[in-house]
């Protein structure tokens, strides 16, 4: 067939029809597998979760300008030695190493041996640094309330990207700089404990001398030391108490030394440590603003102690059973005052393990929501201690709380080195006629050292014995209290303000405190403490020095002296002379207030109040009248104590005068 002949307009627009067809087939050609590949894309964006790292990484290759394979100078002339096959860690990066330096996994610990004069290095290599995050396990059930966690003074974060420091005028490829530079960092947490440290030759006054740790990101120092300090990243770090720790933003290889000083010549021995780094977190830990660990009270040979709240007032029922059913995550270390082999490491989790199995004292832990706010808070019942001594007490956590690092197969756990609170301190009493009791089963808020007689009574002997008469008490009461109209309406009941539920509790609180009273020693000098059976013998048989002010002739004729506040203490109990934190004279006003007029509940006036009851103080270092739940430097004066109307009124019986009056 032959083609008609085409006018030279008409071949003008076959051609351009033609070129436009074949621009039109070659755009396709390329966009659709562009369009496809976008989408693929965004998918695998959505289910990845590293794929940022991977793009910071890109970056830092960028910024460092380097190519993709790594490849520096094509050879690996200088850096002989390094070749181990470690997971995680790439061949590039082992042949950029130098000799005789570990490598660091994130959030896997390192431990070693060093001796005087030495330094030992370290390389928390890029791929670490950009690599996985480690799962945090399990966990706590919530932040700890309370808890105040600074970090070491050489803590450094390179500054964040903002919003607002994008000015307007700033051009989109200024901007995208930005970004990348942002997005090719990394926060890098390094950590070290001193787990065991020299001795002195005899008696020295001094500490043996920390450990230093170096820390640089510069190739050209990858064996950072006391010899090698060009391109640190931060001044050299000495160790406090046995820790350091240090935070910044890396866009590459760490390395890191730990150098040993030499021994003076009343020394000997070496040091081991652990170090760790990490991208999720410190490895090991010291809180140096708080202990988080407060006194409750001690007798000759154990100690109380509570930790403060572990969920805020507004938290739901469900957080505080959680917290009650975790078990017991924190731990306690107690040293005598005297212990030097702690001084150099009273920051370091290991080292004071290590230390406390030295001390062998018991230590029994639970959990308890006695106290103030009725809260979770966990408790340590502290046994062996000497009498009339000093300790320090340091609050610590095993690994991060449910995990601890050595427990796990590969070791990586995030924070799995433990945590360290700060130190505080308490004395033991010198008498023993006063020994700690808590967890009873009716009087439950009732923890600190009663009046005892540790020839006739144990532990548990001696607290159901005061259990037992305070329930007994208590329900002679509920038969009065059933006599009242609680479950009526507002117009027929006793109180618009307080009901039978608030008289019940309010007894309850100034029951369980007067029958059950708070034990002190008798040779105490404390100005609110009152004397009590100032005329029997001390448990060892002995008497009180008649020419002392606690045991004279006065006291001794003087009813609320010569006698305990409760007729089993000396009749069956049996302590001997002692004295006693008198209740807080507000509990007795609290159930003239809350309880009805029918009742006649009513507190004495003075000056027999000041001998029946004691007022709270200002200084929560002291507890100057016994209530439920006091702790001290916790509780303030009037932490956990509801207003108090003071009314007066005749006591029903006389059982209940005696017990009011004291």
């Known amino acids: 067939m032959q083609f008609p002949k085409l006018t030279p307009l008409q071949s003008r627009f076959a051609a351009s029809l033609a070129a436009s067809a074949i621009l039109v087939i070659v755009y396709l050609a390329l966009s659709l597998h562009h369009f496809a590949y976008a989408a693929e894309l965004d998918s695998l964006l959505r289910e990845d979760h590293n794929h940022h790292r991977l793009d910071a990484l890109l970056h830092a290759k960028i910024l460092e300008g380097l190519d993709l394979d790594d490849d520096t100078n094509g050879n690996d002339e200088g850096h002989v030695g390094y070749e181990a096959e470690f997971l995680g860690v790439s061949r590039d990066i082992i042949g950029r190493a130098e000799a005789g330096i570990d490598a660091l996994f994130n959030n896997v610990v390192n431990q070693m041996d060093i001796n005087p004069g030495l330094t030992h290095n370290y390389v928390f290599s890029k791929d670490q640094v950009f690599g996985n995050h480690t799962n945090p396990g399990e966990g706590l059930p919530s932040v700890l309330q309370g808890r105040s966690v600074k970090l070491d003074e050489h803590e450094a974060f390179l ?347 309010d007894y309850k609180n100034w029951l369980c405190a007067v029958q059950i009273p708070r034990c002190e020693d008798f040779s105490s000098s404390l100005p609110y403490l009152q004397p009590r059976n100032v005329a029997a013998n001390f448990i060892n048989g002995s008497s009180p020095d008649p020419n002392s002010p606690d045991s004279n002739a006065t006291l001794k004729e003087r009813m609320s002296s010569n006698q305990s506040r409760n007729w089993l203490i000396d009749n069956i109990i049996q302590p001997g002379p002692y004295k006693e934190v008198l209740p807080c004279e507000d509990l007795c006003y609290s159930i003239v207030q809350s309880c009805p007029a029918k009742l006649q509940f009513g507190c004495p006036q003075s000056p027999a109040l000041a001998m029946s009851y004691g007022k709270r103080g200002a200084d929560p270092g002291q507890i100057t009248c016994s209530y439920l739940g006091a702790v001290y430097y916790l509780n303030g004066s009037d932490r956990g104590r509801g207003s108090v109307i003071m009314a007066f009124g005749v006591a029903i019986s006389a059982s209940l005068v005696i017990l009011l009056l004291g």
């Not at 919003?163 to 490829?173: I, K, N, R, T, Y």
């Not at 000083?261 to 708080?290: C, K, M, Q, R």
């Not at 007490?393 to 690994?399: C, D, E, R, S, V």
């Open 159 to 505: 500054p964040e990207l903002a919003e607002s420091e994008l000015g307007e005028e700033e051009d989109a490829e200024n901007m995208r700089e930005r970004l990348i530079s942002r997005q090719a960092q990394q926060t890098v947490y390094i950590s070290i404990n001193t787990c065991r440290q020299p001795t002195p030759n005899g008696t020295v006054s001094s500490n043996p001398p920390q450990l230093t740790l170096y820390i640089s990101t510069s190739e050209t120092n990858q064996k950072p030391g006391p010899d090698s300090t060009n391109g640190l990243a931060t001044p050299p770090i000495p160790l406090q108490g046995g820790f350091a720790n240090y935070t910044f933003n890396a866009t590459g290889d760490v390395y890191i030394g730990v150098s040993s000083p030499e021994l003076p010549t009343n020394f000997n021995g070496n040091w081991h440590f652990e170090v760790a780094a990490s991208i999720d977190g410190l490895y090991h830990n010291h809180n140096w603003d708080t202990p988080f660990l407060f006194f409750v009270d001690s007798d000759i040979s154990s100690a109380l102690f509570v930790t403060d709240n572990l969920t805020n007032a507004n938290a739901s029922p469900e957080l505080d059973r959680q917290w009650m059913d975790l078990g017991t995550p924190f731990t306690m270390f107690a040293f005598s005052q005297n212990n030097t082999a702690i001084k150099g490491l009273e920051n370091s989790f290991c080292g004071l393990r290590q230390q406390a199995t030295v001390e062998n004292l018991q230590v029994t832990t639970s959990m308890t929501t006695r106290g103030m706010g009725n809260q979770p808070k966990e408790q340590f019942y502290i046994q062996g201690l000497n009498g009339s001594s000093t300790y320090y007490g340091y609050l610590a956590m095993i690994g991060n709380g449910t995990t601890e690092g050595p427990n796990v197969p590969n070791g990586a756990v995030v924070g799995g080195g433990g945590q360290v609170w700060q130190a505080m301190n308490f004395t033991t009493k010198a008498d023993e006629n006063c020994q700690v009791i808590f967890n009873l089963t009716f009087c439950n808020e009732v923890a600190y050292a009663v009046p005892a007689n540790p020839t006739k009574w144990n532990v548990t002997g001696l607290s159901n014995l005061y259990d037992t008469q305070a329930e007994a008490y208590y329900q002679n009461f509920t038969y009065s209290l059933q006599q009242i109209a609680c479950n009526t309406t507002n117009t027929a009941q006793y109180s618009l303000a307080r009901n039978c539920t608030d008289c019940a509790r």
